[in-house]
């Protein structure tokens, strides 16, 4: 018996190592002497886009590389290149395909056409599914940029390109096709259901809709018709987060890393929030005074502003606690003023278990910024 569960155990083991040695074979040469030994082998060619920094590169590398079933399609039908965007042919190859993220995979054809990309770290089953759509020549991405490049502009057309491209995060290409399709839309097609995917809140937002970008002025100057096409519920929501978030950004300095303070800029937002209905546009124009304070790094009158107002505030609004906090951890020997009313407040407010937690930390911070020096608990 024991015998037989020794036997067992090795055909087992001796399995298992052999499945955790087979990994695709990637050659290091270069994308045109793999073109070539592809055209000879009747294979196409995969491109791996990696750098050597990047953590979701390794994790492929270290295991749907190395899935058995992964390794041995890819050695049966590619020649595999794995590529360095900051080495050699890397740079040279990230501006021709505009790669955008990593890690990005190209398929190209013997011809050296690209016939697919994508992009992103992934399981094994997901990144299979892309090679094999990939793998045929009439693949939905292929024929849109077929039909792009031909000179189609209609409207369904730069719509679909537009998602695709952030997709594959060619994000200034999507940028400029998504210019060509506003030009081509007529007012009332912009706010149509479908085009909703372009100035709304999804995963396409932050390159397209996001705040100061031209679709999100776009549709905060046009509310009224999108709210006739759309859910008004739907269309507050979305101009409500992106003021919030604005706002959040202001305070934790991180929207004047890309540009200087302009007051005028704060009155164009106010005049925006102000010609709309929205439910907490009143609260929102607080929020608003608060990201201009903390412009002018005048951080008394962002907590004047915060305690005046946050017994008014939404449980949404309620969130800027934790941009307010974040300020308030990197101003130079800060004494946390009126803190622990201000968390009192929220605290009695809120449902969020989280933020409450992080209420109670900005009351010890308060605490241990007042302690004399040198006494600690």
Known sequence: MMKQIMIVFLITFGTTAFAQHQKINFEQITIQEALKKAKEQHKLVFVDCFTEWCIPCKQMEAGVFKTDSVAAFFNSNF?????DMEKGEGPGTMKTYA??????????????????????GMPAAEFMAHIRKGMHTDNEESKLTARYDAGERQPDLLRALVLLKIRVAERGIAK????????VLTPAQRALPENWVLFGENRYAMYLSDVDSPNFN???????DFSVQNK???????????????????LEGYYFKDKPYNKQAFEQYKAQIEATEMPDKMQLLVLIDMAEAAGRKDYSKVTSLFEKNASTFSEDNLRIMWPYITMCSVIPDYKYPRAKEIADEVIRRTKNPFLVSSCEILKENQIRANQPSGKSN
Not at 99 to 120: E, H, N, Q
Not at 232 to 250: P, Y
């Open 218 to 224: 776009y549709l905060v100057n046009n509310w009224k």
């Open 232 to 250: 008004k519920d739907t269309v507050d929501h979305k101009m409500s987060f992106i003021f919030r978030k604005l706002a959040g950004e202001c």
């Open 79 to 83: 020649i595999n290149v794995k590529m």
């Open 99 to 120: 790669i955008g993220a990593f890690p990005s995979y190209l398929l190209f054809d013997t011809d050296g056409k690209l016939r697919y990309k994508f992009v992103g």
């Open 176 to 183: 400029k096709i998504n210019d060509e399709l506003m030009a």
